[in-house]
């Protein structure tokens, strides 16, 4: 029950959450996809990024660090494999029910600029083969090279902010502030609140949705073990796969993905940042695991979007390698 309404409580926040950040990226002149890239994924990726920086930091011994580690190789797959794979389910749901006409079927699978969209997954990869290249070896100097990694989102975010604006098709398709629907122009106070609490609503549930979890791992037979790197991060991603969800039913697939692709970066970059600066950064068998199915999965996508078959249907494959992962890590973990 504390699950379904942990959900439940999680998707119609995000709801709110998504039309708060499209009046911020309004009332701040960035371009439509930064929403996705900047905003929306620093907003949802943000707690999980707190959590990592509790652990790390502040753990008291080594089973709390290795949690953070957890949380920093866990994110990135589970977005660039169930969050990837639900948004691709959506949009095969959505072309059936505009098939009807064929212009509106063809805008149904409309991805958006996938030049744009191969370019940050190759700029992600670079990152997080390096962080797991990183996670093999030691040497002396290994924790400060967690400070580049903070320096590579910064140069990620200028980026996205300093890019072109898109078209205006998404300030025309904007739907009222929820907090002040009578109000064709939002107050920017209205916007602010209504981002941040439904920002913090979103972190709450997340986090009782995971001890949900923790807890209903061991009812059914799960090791902790198995439950923290299997379950618990499609948890923690759960608001950026309810943005995509409700972001992809609004037509607007490609704040959907742009939201995916940003909180990658952010997940490949300040949560590794912290681990490899607080903790020993080490590796075991289902860490690596992890970073190889992630790799896997990202060229996986990058096939499909350099042969021109990124579509709902090529997507929601990438929904199987978490699959593989889960039938290769329980029985290492068991």
Known sequence: MTLLACAVAIYLSCEWFVNAVEWLGLRLKVGPLAVGT???AFGTALP???????AVVFGSGSEQKDIGVGAAMGG??????AAYGVTGFMLLTRRRKVASAETNAARGEDVGDTRKLARDQRWFLTIFVVKVALGLVTFAFKPAL???FFAAYGVYFWRELRAEPGGGDDVVDLEPLRLQRRRATP?????????????VIIFVASQ????ALEAIGPMIGLPAAVTALLLSPIATELPEIMNAIIWVRQGKTHLALANISGAMMIQATVPSGLGIL?????????LLLSGVVTIIAILFLLVAL????????????AAAFYGVFAACLIPILV
Not at 76 to 81: E, I, M, S, V
Not at 306 to 317: A, D, M, S, V, Y
């Open 278 to 286: 607080f903790t020993r950064w080490r590796f075991d068998g289902p």
């Open 306 to 317: 350099n042969t021109g078959r990124f579509t709902g249907r090529t997507l929601t494959w």
């Open 38 to 40: 900047v905003l929306a």
């Open 208 to 211: 009782l949705f995971v001890h």
């Open 48 to 54: 999980e990024s707190v959590v990592t920086f509790v």
């Open 187 to 199: 107050a920017t106070w209205a916007v602010v609140t209504q981002a941040l609490v439904t920002l």
């Open 76 to 81: 990135p797959l589970a977005l660039a494999t």
């Open 146 to 148: 967690g400070l580049l």
